[in-house]
């Protein structure tokens, strides 16, 4: 990448202090290419859930960028994640975004490779071609509780280090028994940055999200609405939170919570907190979706949310997981995938409604977009200067350091 990074540099260091990022961040697109090189393919990021791939030769696609990979079932017990590249003279494999196939066969020359990645056959080669070396190229890969986390980095972080903090909050929910009940991907014409702003502060749920407004509390929202330590604290909250920590530790459930402390290459956050009015699930009625996952026996009023890095979080309640995956898809334009996972014998129509499932994060996705699409176009404008930033916009703060200082430690 040609380019005179001690402009960005310069960048970096005019942005202030409890302000927004500068126009050029949100616009420009070698900020955007860098980005991607810095922050995306640097990070472990769930792209999906192993129920969607059930059976032997299943796979889907997972493009980003430059890069697609073919994500494919070998066996009951393992999925393959290969760069969607053919070993012969690089022409793309899987044309589909998802599909079966018992091998791979390059559309080009039929060169073939087995579900393991291995070159089974390439027609008229010479006597000693050597079909041993011609592998399909790996994508770093880890299937964690059914979730599946590819890191395109050639020196990725230790996954084990990396999921340690969260793995207790997820593993509480039984994702590796769970399926996929609904997917939706909400393209929204916002740089990835501006999509993510908005993710990690509460501040516009008051005037933008009715639904979510309706399922919690003004207090939870104050204080937790974007995570743990991102808007002021609510000593009401603090009261409740007290009470049901007791409460659910005495049931035998994971209660506490999880922020990084010191500047690294993750960004990761969780925690557990009550939901108010007797409520026993994220739903309109506050009554469960489905039936309980993991290890709950009874539903406990309990509420999971959960950052493993910026593209993704995990949502929770007792009986079902919103999971979202933020994907950049250019300067100015992120899909946000949602996958709303149930347990694994749920049936819908009897166990479960997809509609009552997924009211809240439909209807609040929908609002973002909307919301986001806005401040992109204002963004745009000549006049955009960075504002000042509320008590309830913590969270876009940290994130907003986070990027600049691991922008920053890259390019010196
Ligand atoms: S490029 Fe794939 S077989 Fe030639
Ligand atoms: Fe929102």
Redesign the pocket.
């Known amino acids: 990448m040609s380019r005179d990074y001690n402009n960005i540099i310069q960048l970096i260091n005019s942005q202030k202090d409890n302000f927004p990022l500068d126009q050029l961040f949100y616009v420009d697109k070698s900020i955007y290419e860098l980005d991607l090189e810095t922050f995306f393919y640097n990070q472990w990021i769930f792209v999906g859930h192993q129920s969607r791939i059930p059976n032997k030769g299943d796979y889907f696609i997972f493009s980003i960028g430059n890069e697609s990979i073919i994500i494919i079932r070998e066996s009951e017990s393992q999925i393959n994640c290969f760069y969607n590249v053919?070993?012969?003279?690089?022409?793309q494999?899987c044309l589909e975004t998802e599909g079966n196939s018992k091998k791979l066969v390059?559309?080009?020359?039929?060169?073939t490779y087995n579900l393991d990645g291995k070159l089974k056959n390439?027609r008229m080669m010479y006597e000693d071609f050597d079909k041993k070396k011609w592998s399909l190229s790996k994508c770093n890969s880890k299937v964690f509780q059914g979730l599946i986390f590819l890191n395109f980095s050639n020196h990725p972080d230790d996954f084990n280090e990396f999921i340690k903090p969260l793995k207790p909050f997820i593993e509480l929910h039984g994702l590796k028994n769970a399926k996929i009940a609904v997917k939706k991907v909400y393209p929204t014409n916002g740089n990835w940055k501006l999509t993510l702003d908005n993710f990690h502060e509460c501040y516009h749920c008051l005037p933008s999200h009715p639904e979510y407004c309706q399922v919690h509390s003004k207090e939870y929202i104050q204080a937790y609405g974007a995570g743990n330590n991102t808007g002021p604290e609510s000593k009401v909250f603090n009261k409740k939170l007290d009470e049901w920590n007791n409460k659910t530790k005495e049931l035998g459930y994971l209660t506490g919570e999880f922020s990084e402390i010191n500047f690294s290459n993750f960004f990761r956050s969780a925690e557990r907190t009550p939901f108010d009015d007797n409520r026993l699930s994220e739903t309109k009625s506050g009554k469960p979706a489905s039936t309980l996952m993991g290890n709950f026996k009874n539903f406990d009023g309990g509420y999971t949310t959960i950052g493993t890095s910026p593209f993704n979080s995990l949502i929770m309640s007792n009986d079902f997981a919103t999971t979202f995956t933020f994907i950049p898809r250019g300067p100015m334009k992120t899909d946000v995938e949602i996958m709303w996972l149930v347990d694994e014998n749920a049936s819908e129509g009897k166990d479960y409604n997809i509609d009552e499932l997924i009211w809240m994060w439909n209807e609040t996705t929908i609002a973002d977009k909307r919301i986001i699409e806005n401040n992109q176009n204002g963004v745009l404008s000549k006049k955009y200067k960075p504002g000042p930033l509320s008590t309830m916009e913590i969270g876009l703060e940290k994130l907003k350091n986070w990027y600049l200082n691991h922008l920053k430690k890259n390019l010196t």
């Open positions: 053919c070993r012969h003279r690089g022409s494999i390059c559309p080009y020359h039929a060169w390439a």
